[in-house]
Every structure is written in structure tokens, then in C-alpha cells.
């Protein structure tokens, strides 16, 4: 079965150091994985996807995750956060062992950054 | 770009009221969901569509019921609206696993609803 953990509920930086959003996966089969951001009163943006391309995957915004199957994880980071960045972030995993696949969210993270 | 719209943002309710929440999209998807959102819950789908007339159930169809009697149009329906399904409802849509980008979900603005 599929699962996603976020392992912080909330993470805060200062402005122009670095992000690191933790998520970790199960999944039976060859999953996509996305990370999705939320800014308050939003819908949600995808920020980037991993879809068994590269396992670097960059996407807007300056961030960026790495696909580590070994470890099953898919965390996500950007090297000097800025005060735009703090919103919700999720990740998601979607399998696809089926063509309708089911897509399953996260908890989410709460990012704040501080001046 | 992809247009996912929601025909309402905010909706206040009582409790046994039927209560519509209409989703519209642009791009001509196969693919439509419907989510609610809740504080530390992440997203949790309701129902999804893969195709006109179609549905499925997702993990918590209970209360609720949809229609998808046009391809872009993806209603959610509370039959009878109660207090624990005050939330965020947001709706998605994608394309059909034969399209390229067919894996991305794009998503309404969302409609927070409060059932009294």
C-alpha cells in the first residue's frame, strides 16, 4: 500500500539559509512522486515532479528533490529561502500499477522564514 | 496554461442542507478529482472521475456524492450537509494516462465550507 510521511509538521528558517523538507514514500510499484506548494488562501502549485527520469529533479522557484529509492525518501531543498517561500508544502506519491492511479497526500509541512 | 475553476470560495450551510460544489476545467481532462483538506490530515480524496459518467470512490465517500454529466463539469454533492464536513474541498483535474504530463494534478482555489 501506498503511504507519504512528512516527518516535520513545521519547520522554520532563517532568511537566506537553506530548506530541507523531509518525505518519505512507500510504494509497491514505480511511483511519481511531486512535491506541491500552498500559499495561504491558495490552491495548491506543483513545485516538481519525479517521474522515473533523472533522480535530481529541479523545479520552480529554486527548489529542488532528490529521488533516493534506496532510502525512500524524496526531500526537498533550496539553497537560501526567501520570504515568499513560507507557505504549506506537500508531498506526493502516486503509483502505477494501474492507469487510474491513486494519488496519495501528505500531511504537509508548515514552512515559516523568518527575517 | 490549465484552468481549474470552483464556483464558489467560501459557502456557509446548515446542517441538513443538499449543498453543490461545482469544479470547471479548461483543458479538456479525462481526469477529475475531488479532495477535502483538513489540519494535519493532508489531502483526502473523496471521489474521482476518470471520464464522462464515470466514478469512482476514493477513500472517504461517505455523505458525499458527484455527477459528471459534461467533461469539464465535476460536481460534489452533500446530501445532507453536517457539522464534520466543514473544510477546504478542492478539485483537480489531469489528463488520461495516455497524454504526456498525464501524472501532473491541477487544482481549484479551493472552497472552504462551514456547515452550522
Known amino acids: 500500500a501506498q503511504s507519504v510521511t512528512q516527518l516535520d509538521s513545521h519547520v522554520s528558517v532563517s532568511e537566506g539559509t537553506p530548506v530541507l523538507l523531509r518525505c518519505n514514500y512507500s510504494s509497491s510499484y514505480s511511483p511519481s512522486l511531486f512535491w506541491y506548494v500552498q500559499h495561504p488562501n491558495k490552491g495548491l502549485q506543483l513545485l516538481l515532479k519525479?517521474?522515473?527520469?533523472?533522480?535530481l529533479v529541479k523545479g520552480i522557484n529554486g527548489f529542488e528533490a532528490e529521488f533516493k529509492k534506496s532510502e525512500t525518501s524524496f526531500h526537498l531543498t533550496k539553497p537560501s529561502a526567501h520570504m515568499s517561500d513560507a507557505a504549506e508544502y506537500f508531498c506526493?506519491?502516486?503509483?502505477?500499477?494501474?492507469?487510474?492511479?491513486?494519488?496519495?497526500f501528505g500531511p504537509g509541512t508548515s514552512l515559516s522564514v523568518i527575517p | 496554461d490549465v484552468k481549474v475553476t470552483q464556483s464558489s470560495r467560501y459557502l456557509v450551510k446548515r446542517t441538513g442542507e443538499k449543498v453543490f460544489l461545482e469544479c470547471v476545467q479548461d483543458?479538456?481532462?479525462?481526469?477529475m478529482f475531488w479532495y477535502r483538506q483538513d489540519p494535519g490530515l493532508g489531502l483526502r480524496l473523496i471521489y474521482f472521475s476518470y471520464d464522462v459518467k464515470m466514478k469512482e470512490k476514493g477513500d472517504i465517500p461517505e455523505g458525499y456524492s458527484v455527477s459528471r454529466e459534461k467533461k469539464e463539469r465535476f460536481s460534489l454533492i452533500l446530501e445532507s450537509a453536517s457539522t464534520n464536513q466543514t473544510s477546504m474541498y478542492l478539485c483537480?483535474?489531469?489528463?488520461?494516462?495516455?497524454?504526456?504530463?498525464?501524472?501532473?494534478?491541477?487544482f481549484g482555489p479551493g472552497t472552504r465550507l462551514l456547515v452550522l
Open positions: 519525479y517521474t522515473s527520469a533523472a533522480t
Open positions: 506526493v506519491v502516486s503509483d502505477h500499477k494501474w492507469a487510474y492511479d491513486k494519488v496519495i
Open positions: 483537480a483535474s489531469r489528463p488520461n494516462p495516455l497524454r504526456e504530463g498525464w501524472q501532473t494534478q491541477y
Open positions: 483543458m479538456d481532462h479525462e481526469n
